[in-house]
């Protein structure tokens, strides 16, 4: 699988003098991914024509340390928006392919994360986990660069994990001087407009003197704010390199003028570099070097410029590319349980790679982000359904495999707007329910249908529900007058059938008993007053509402920065109510408990509790937002509880570790805010919660949002954003969603998921809450009888992957194939340490015993990222310095 | 000097089918000649740094026709204000550079003129006596364009020449069908904005079917309009092919996948090609070709889109281009006739070579045309200055050598506008008189000075002129306040010496006496009245006065065209006069009688008539022009006379042959006239004329500049032009000429010279005093008294390099170093066929006989641009079709 590998020292170029600056040449453009991956296409072709001849020559180069990959992902991922599991694939495919064309000579030693605006420490984890030397990013808030600009603490080693045994998350990371742009006057790119170098004394505009001189300036300037001799420049921005030959002419000669002011006496020295050879000087250096524990978040440029609008910009796009996890994870692992017929099989020829590939650039930090422009949106959307179909052909001809059933599947991919023509016109359909976790899920199906009373079986054909379908309330754009509703359960790793059948008549319902939540409301208002966990006796008031916040345009005194695609920057700090009340509506079954809740013709909210759930759900639907007042809105819900919370409120980094945060605070400067609101967000991305030393509040998010606690009990989390302007960060357009099936604006609908425990025993509830909504049941209809084909050795109507299913502790991340013969399979504990006295504990799992179906024939552990094996990863050491860290997060 | 040669057919591709697109992919951009000339040098130091490895590449692609030069110049000259002179010079070091770099195989065969403005018969005369197979073009009047595209003429054969023997100077000419540009929709460099060709079908955006699709469409419309199945299409635009690889993978991909339409039946056939490939094929197809006497001016590209305004635009640029070729001439001649001192001697090192470039480059079609911006044109001028530093070093060794004399010569530059710090200042000084033309010169010398008589010594130590200087009247700029006027004969080829002493008092100045020529002032307007020539008895009415058009600012219903730099476009027809009277004063002096005019604080002029002189002067100062008022303003001066035009008018083609106009007349097609006056503009480059039967008026001006005839018997000519807005043709400013030492604006300052002649004569006047005009002598000066060493044999006051004057038609156009043991010596007749019944004969030269100093050892002749040796000049032969050609011009 790796080609080769190597170790040691890299050849890089060296000479020792006082001060020597690095030069690191390489494009560093990144952006434009919506066509990255046509490009990567073509030259994925092109290397292929043109190997014999090229190959060896990267590889030369490559050798000489004169070409060198850094990070290697399929793209340069997005750090506030993005799931762990979601980026662990896509530096996968990216690192694979670099190993494939390269050989491991291609490996990059180096994540490089120029652009993101936000670092996350669950990225730096990954990216140390992944093998990674050492890491470097742009951007940090600007008064956290003052700081350690003073300090010289630009460079620094990140401890990025309290759960895992140091170095094994330690991660050494570099501040660039310049983000990811050449200093002041020296861009000599097509793009550019600096004037290039001219050496030729006949000329009148001859400048080498200037230049010279001017780039000793810099270098000198630059070396006070870092610790060693060696200093970086990068050479480079965005879109750049297109024509390579003007950078290369120009810093050929800057390069030979700057060095040859050596023989005047000069002690700086410039030459080619890599991030990789500089990342090697410094561990030469043999330094101490400042530990950091806490985040890179939130964002900000100026005092007003918060990027923290992007933690929630484009809701929609960020939960269609959660749910395409849900579903590219189900491919994955229906290729790998339905073997070689999954590719090739009844419904023809299906494929899990388009589908990853859109996964893996959808990463991309102006993808899911939501900060690109409306087309290129559009197209992101458009890549992960064109991957999902692809991947259907693969699931029905691996479901047929499996069960030897050849009748056309169904697949009612708009079930979250109601709309399913099978369901909506059958009598008689069946419900095939694939659960891609590792343990039984039971799971609420929510159909349209038109019929009124529906009888449900089981896959031993037995009646397990009578139901009389309730009217939908929620805003249809099908046919359907009624929505069914009912529980499945289904094996781990494996599925199940259901069978629905139109009645005449169903019996009434009888109303269903809630073992574990117990939600009140106030009458008057008709909101909820509280929230009491039967099992615990807890009992929190809670009073939760929308509002929005009034989006700055620009004009103002302060600064003219307005709200857009990446800034947030409320006008008041104080949110706009929507209504003080909701009329309300109450609807009890068999299966649920709803409230159903109108504040406004463009919010409303349905309460539900279902009779087995440790959860409360609130659905929410918010949209078009009115803009007709010209005034661009940011829609929260806000959270009000009697917690305790003093100041502080947690949040997921990229949904795994959970880091503690403080209002108007941060661990490692002395924060002067500037920004009450907007400098208070962080990205959720999976939960968030508050708590005192009784109670936590925990909310589990269906895809990454923005969220604060400004008042102390309170929570408030982003769900909507509508714009009016441009915030001058690249996009070009404000963020107002507008599409031909929402011409007066989108509509977002989303759930919240609520638990009340307490604080010692709140992750047993909601790890495997937050796990069952990143990986969820895929539902897939047959109309009418099942008819088996007998020939075929097969399970019908039930089958699970697994022999048993695995401890609650383990999360099978990945179930992949890798190449005809080998699976790629990734297990996690999925426990932070100490955040649970039980489910925190270690645990082991026997792969031999793992599948029901496959044989493991051999084992070989690789690194993270499955480029290097594990009994390889040689990372370099670091020394922190003593005295730094600031022990945070989770207490 | 000629490295080798190369005949017969090319290799070029070819196909049999119906209808072949030529594509031509080589970089058209020849803009920015401002940087032409460094880049230039640049790629011949690269040239030189590579020659190994890259000319035996280019020498290969050449010989597979891959690779071509076409035209070859230093730059593409402009058409409208160059002189031949210097057309030839910058043609010659152009195609000498090629011919040195890539020996024969580098010789352009086809001359390639895509973007200027007009297109001069001298110029198309010039390209058929250098060789070329023929010329392509982009710009012609959108009238005769359409015209010709009806009538398939936009091919078609130009006989440039009614002097010379058919087909000397006949040059087939093909009008390119999409200027320089590339089809619409098939632009692919990275200035442009057309998609790319997308050939994998898995892309959501491919296009191979749409862009071929489009592609057959324009090749079948295109093939309309021309005559062979044969077509071009040009593959690039300004500034292109900086990143060559965007074009050539499109242009690979098109032809592919065009051609692979032929497999459908298509007829079409792309390759790629080359000017001369597609020449070649349109000389095999063996037609007949409309045959064109005429020229192609003026262009207008709209109705009200007359490209007429550079005839004139930066009259200062265009005298001191005009100046400079004189004394470059000068400084060509001293090289040769000084030896090698002249390049290294007493005054250091001295060079021709960068004048050669500086004027070379100032021939561009954005350089004298007077088209670029304010700063690129300070750059022509600077380069220009800086070339004649480089030649007064080697004009100073020469003379040293020639003389003796090694005292410091002193050049007064400035003496335009009356500053020359050695005259203003010394009591005794000499002059040196330098005679460019090959027959002896009078010439009156202008010096500032301060005393108030002086003594004027010949070389013989004859006191020949004491003069009383008389008060200095014109604009000055210095310390003088006086100017003292007297007479200087110099020898042909050579130089005389005379000394200037300032004495207590002279005699009173005895005023002269005309013999030639008689002009009377109407005593109330203080106007010029009548003309009369005092030889031939012959008289006319003749008012002379100062007016100017209203420039168009673009707010107008017929059209938003403004006047700029290239654009006249006047607001109304009638110009609005400046002032109907002059105040004047009169001056006689025994050299010169004098009217000084004053019509207004910005124009004044000078009328004199020297007593020897066959020409009236007429000194214009025109500016600063006013702008106070918002309005922009194109001055002219204008001639009315009784002379009966009957709506003729003659002017000069590029200095050389005289064409016949008419208003609202073109030879070729049916005009509509849209623009009265702009559209009756055409350039006059040395001189115009007004005649009947009887009387010809004949002006000889000092640059080229723009004029026409709109009424009968009136002549007038644009001197200066200040306006306030760009006319969207490129330049991106105003022409509104600011500079340090004019802050309000430019002054500019120029003569013309009117004869008054019977028709059958005027030649033998007009032609010397217009070859006096281009050619003047060079003064430089020496302090105190000359003291020759004496120990060089020497000839110190006085020198022709000539045995002999040549005979009047008989003119010295070049004389000037090839290389140690070479000088390349051009002698024209200068005389058009029958305007001259006597100048007119042909004449013969014994060149053995011609030099004083120099020995012939050998002769070799060349074509016109001296990259080919005559008897091998074999030009393509190309049959006019019957009946077409319209007699024309001079009668």
């Not at 390579?244 to 050596?262: F, G, R």
């Not at 964002?299 to 809701?315: I, K, L, N």
């Not at 009598?427 to 199906?445: D, E, I, M, Q």
Request: charged letters at 20%; a negative charge.
């Amino acid at each position: 699988m790796l080609k080769g590998h190597q170790t040691g020292h890299l050849p890089c170029t060296s000479l020792h003098l006082p001060l020597r600056v690095d030069v690191f040449s390489a494009s560093l453009a990144e952006e434009g991914a919506a066509e990255g991956a046509s490009e990567r296409k073509q030259m994925r072709r092109e290397a292929e024509e043109k190997q014999q001849r090229k190959k060896q020559q990267r590889k030369q180069m490559r050798k000489e340390s004169r070409l060198e990959f850094v990070n290697g992902g399929w793209c340069m991922s997005d750090e506030a928006a993005t799931h762990y599991s979601a980026v662990i694939d896509q530096m996968t495919i990216g690192l694979r392919f670099l190993n494939e064309t390269f050989g491991a000579c291609g490996r990059p030693r180096v994540a490089w994360h120029i652009d993101p605006f936000g670092h996350a420490r669950e990225h730096a984890s990954m990216f140390a986990q992944m093998g990674f030397d050492g890491f470097f990013f742009g951007r940090l808030d600007y008064q956290d660069r003052a700081r350690r600009m003073r300090d010289k603490e630009q460079e620094l080693l990140w401890r990025a994990s309290d759960s895992l045994t140091p170095p094994m998350a330690d991660l050494f990371t570099g501040i660039l001087p310049n983000g990811y742009n050449p200093p002041e006057g020296f861009c000599w790119d097509q793009l550019c407009s600096d004037p290039p170098i001219r050496d030729d004394p006949d000329l009148e505009d001859y400048n080498v003197d200037d230049v010279v001189g001017r780039f000793l300036v810099i270098a000198n300037s630059q070396s006070t704010v870092y610790k060693t001799n060696h200093i970086i420049m990068t050479m480079g921005s965005d879109f750049q390199y297109e024509n390579a030959n003007l950078w290369y002419k120009n810093l050929d000669k800057l390069i030979h003028y700057v060095n040859a002011q050596q023989a005047n006496g000069s002690k700086v020295n410039v030459l080619y570099s890599t991030p990789s050879c500089y990342l090697q000087e410094l561990h030469r250096a043999n330094l101490t070097w400042p530990l950091k524990t806490d985040d890179f978040f939130p964002y900000a440029d100026d005092a007003h410029d918060f990027w923290t609008g992007y933690f929630t910009s484009r809701p929609a796009l960020k939960r269609y590319e959660r749910i395409s996890n849900s579903n590219l994870q189900t491919c994955n692992q229906l290729e790998v349980l339905g073997g070689l017929t999954s590719r090739k099989g009844p419904f023809g020829e299906g494929d899990s790679q388009t589908m990853k590939k859109a996964m893996a650039v959808a990463q991309h930090h102006d993808a899911v982000s939501g900060t690109e422009k409306q087309h290129v949106a559009n197209d992101y959307a458009r890549k992960l359904a064109n991957g999902w179909q692809h991947c259907q052909v693969l699931v029905s001809n691996s479901l047929a495999a499996l069960s030897g059933l050849s009748a056309e599947r169904i697949y009612c991919d708009n079930l979250n707007v109601s709309v399913c023509h099978l369901t909506e016109s059958s009598k008689k359909f069946s419900v095939n329910v694939y659960n891609p976790l590792a343990r039984p899920v039971t799971w609420p199906v929510r159909l349209p249908v038109n019929g009124t009373a529906y009888s449900v079986s089981d896959a031993s054909g037995k009646v397990v529900h009578v139901s009389q379908a309730t009217h939908e309330v929620r805003r249809q754009r099908g046919f359907a007058v009624n929505e069914l509703v009912f529980q499945v359960q289904a094996p781990p790793l494996g599925y199940t059938t259901y069978t629905v059948a139109l009645i005449q008549d169903g019996p009434p319902p009888a109303p269903a008993q809630q073992r574990f939540l117990q939600v009140t409301f106030d009458h008057e208002t008709g909101l909820i007053s509280s929230l009491n966990n039967l099992e615990t006796k807890q009992s929190i008031k809670l009073t939760q509402n929308f509002y929005w916040y009034n989006a700055s345009d620009g004009n103002n005194v302060a600064s003219r920065q307005p709200s857009g695609a990446y800034i947030f920057r409320p006008n008041s700090s104080t949110p706009v109510i929507i209504s003080q009340t909701a009329k309300t509506e109450i609807i009890k079954t068999s299966v649920v408990q709803e409230v159903r809740q109108w504040f406004a013709p463009w919010v409303s909210q349905v309460v539900r509790l279902y009779a087995d759930s440790r959860a409360l759900e609130l659905e929410w639907t918010v949209g078009p937002v009115p803009i007709d007042d010209s005034v661009g809105k940011e829609v929260i819900t806000r959270l009000d509880t009697s917690i305790k919370t003093a100041e502080y409120f947690y949040t997921d980094s990229n949904g795994r570790e959970v880091l503690q945060r403080k209002k108007d605070f941060r661990p490692t400067w002395n924060l002067k805010q500037s920004e009450p609101i907007a400098g208070n967000y962080y990205p959720i991305n999976s939960r968030a919660y508050i708590k005192d030393d009784v109670d936590q509040l925990t909310v589990v998010t269906d895809r990454s949002q923005g969220g604060g606690s400004i008042q102390n009990g309170s929570l408030e989390i982003m769900l909507h954003r509508r714009l009016l302007h441009d915030d001058f960060r690249g996009v070009g357009e404000p963020l107002n969603e507008i599409s031909g099936i929402f011409p007066d604006g989108l509509v977002v609908r989303g759930r919240l998921l609520l638990t009340l425990d307490p604080p010692q025993t709140a992750a047993d509830t909601h790890r495997p809450l937050a796990e069952g909504m990143v990986l969820q049941p895929l539902l897939t209809f047959t109309d009418g009888d099942l008819k088996p084909n007998t020939q075929l050795e097969a399970v019908p109507v039930r089958f699970s992957g697994l022999l048993a299913a695995l401890p609650p502790a383990v999360h099978l991340l990945t179930l992949s194939q890798w190449d005809e013969d080998s699976v790629l399979l990734r297990l996690e504990h999925q426990y932070q340490s100490s955040e649970s006295k039980v489910s925190s504990q270690p645990v082991t799992v026997n792969l031999q015993k793992l599948f029901s179906t496959l044989e493991v024939l051999g084992v070989a552990e690789l690194n993270l990222s499955a480029n290097q094996w594990k009994d390889e990863m040689k990372r370099f050491d670091w020394t922190p310095e003593k005295g730094t860290g600031h022990q945070c997060c989770v207490s």
